[in-house]
């Protein structure tokens, strides 16, 4: 019988790991909103609500559309070794010189976010509300994604050194345990980027270089822990759910010398200082007029969608968890 309960517990897990990195995101965009100038706050602090739980969609998006997970990272170190100066910048060099399908299969996350800057750009100077909100909350969530270590590395799960888990390990459970009690969002205000596309490739050679560090702490800390202090059966959401041992994410969490709080907080800085940029870039356009609330029956349709195909389905190319 208890090897039945531990089993559908395993389950139950199995089933949710995905959805606990959705914490992450919606943090990283609520807290972005407090740091925009006063004229932008007037419409972003209104749909705040808009903006966290929507932060999640292109996450949904991976459950329908096959090309969305390749969005979401870059494992770089393909392309040679630190700082992969072999891998050009700009993405019709690297298309010339690679080809489209081995950019997809290896991810272009430092593209992506510089296509979705364009489209809120074009979204403020349109002044059209929902494109506005849709675009700046999924900007975020790929803003975010480039700030994860592991999402800049081939062993993206830790599944060729033996330390599966260790993704969700480092972007869900230690983000959950401390985020509210101990970490400070109180980060200052949003700029302008000049140059979005050096800006945008430091934050990924950024998360390249800290990979090494991610995965040789957990590592070494895994040595120093027996099974049964590294697991524990906690709850969540009412049911009992083996997961990573407080004890285990607190030495995980000192030994990386608080990382995942300080990506966490440079991630807000930059989907706020994005935002903020694409806004100024469209001729900084008066926001307090798009007062129209509702949304239309396709965009209705649309987020129904992304719920049902995430709850039901399973998703399209690489699963990090």
Not at 151 to 168: D, K, P
Request: hydrophobic share 40%.
């Amino acid at each position: 019988m208890k090897k039945i309960y531990c089993a559908v517990c395993l389950l139950f897990v199995h089933h949710s790991v995905f959805c606990w990195g959705f914490y992450m995101h919606e943090k990283i965009n609520y807290h972005a909103v407090f740091l925009l100038p006063p004229p932008m706050m007037l419409l972003f602090k209104q749909n705040i609500g808009f903006l966290t739980e929507h932060a999640v969609d292109p996450d949904k998006r991976r459950y329908i559309v096959s090309a969305e997970g390749a969005r979401h990272y870059l494992d770089i170190d393909h392309y040679g070794h630190f700082p992969f100066k072999e891998l050009p910048r700009d993405y019709n060099s690297a298309l010339k010189k690679y080809s489209a399908d081995t950019l997809q299969a290896f991810g272009i996350v430092p593209w992506w976010i510089q296509i979705m800057m364009t489209r809120l750009t074009s979204a403020f100077r349109e002044k059209n509300k929902q494109a506005i909100l849709k675009n700046a909350s999924e900007l975020g969530h790929y803003i975010a994604d480039a700030h994860v270590p592991l999402h800049v590395c081939s062993n993206h799960n830790g599944q060729l050194t033996h330390q599966e888990g260790i993704h969700a390990f480092w972007e869900s459970r230690v983000p959950e345990l401390f985020a509210e009690s101990d970490w400070d969002f109180f980060i200052g205000k949003a700029t302008y980027i000049p140059d979005l596309s050096s800006f945008i490739w430091a934050r990924v050679l950024e998360s390249a270089a800290a990979a090494d560090t991610v995965l040789r702490c957990e590592k070494e800390l895994n040595s120093h822990f027996r099974s049964d202090q590294k697991y524990a059966f906690e709850e969540r959401r009412g049911k009992l759910v083996k997961q990573y041992s407080t004890a285990y994410a607190t030495q995980y969490e000192n030994q990386l010398d608080h990382m995942i709080e300080r990506r966490m907080r440079q991630s807000i800085f930059a989907v706020a200082s994005c935002w903020y940029t694409a806004w100024v870039n469209a001729g900084q356009p008066p926001l307090e007029g798009l007062n129209h609330d509702s949304l239309s029956v396709s965009e209705r349709m649309e987020y129904e969608r992304l719920n049902v195909e995430w709850i039901n389905g399973k998703a399209l190319g690489r699963d990090c968890n």
